[in-house]
């Protein structure tokens, strides 16, 4: 009987030993499995931070660029005031953006107002983008 017992318990032992091998082996896979989507996943991150980098490079370049726009049309407005009190005999670029407000287009501020056709177009661009 305790013979019975000593080969139960060693075929037992003999299955946990082997259950034991088993999962090691499973466990050595699963780190490996781990590692290769470990490195996919840092790969990943790597190509996301570089088109971050571009995008925040471009985002950069058009503020800047913006930056400049607006500090090359800022001094529009005195300009504009300065070229409508040079030639008082004629009508100003102020009645003219009325006259668009009003309906005008460009061909009428060239034979209303005397402005050039480039003048009529540009006046009635400017204050119909306002209006829109």
Do not use: N
């Amino acid at each position: 009987m305790l013979e019975a017992v000593l080969i139960v318990l060693a075929l037992v032992c003999a299955g946990l030993v082997g259950t034991c091998v088993w999962l090691a082996g499973r466990l050595r896979l699963a780190s490996q499995l781990q590692a290769e989507r470990d490195a996919q996943r840092d790969l990943r991150i790597r190509e996301l931070g570089k088109r971050l980098d571009t995008y925040l490079t471009g985002s950069i370049r058009m503020g800047e660029e913006l930056h400049e726009l607006r500090r090359t049309v800022a001094p529009l407005p005195d300009k504009l005031t300065q070229i409508e009190q040079r030639d008082p005999t004629s009508l100003s670029f102020t009645q003219a953006a009325r006259l668009v407000g009003m309906g005008a287009s460009a061909d009428d501020l060239t034979h209303s107002c005397g402005l050039s056709k480039a003048e009529a177009e540009l006046v009635a661009k400017l204050h119909q983008s306002r209006r829109s």
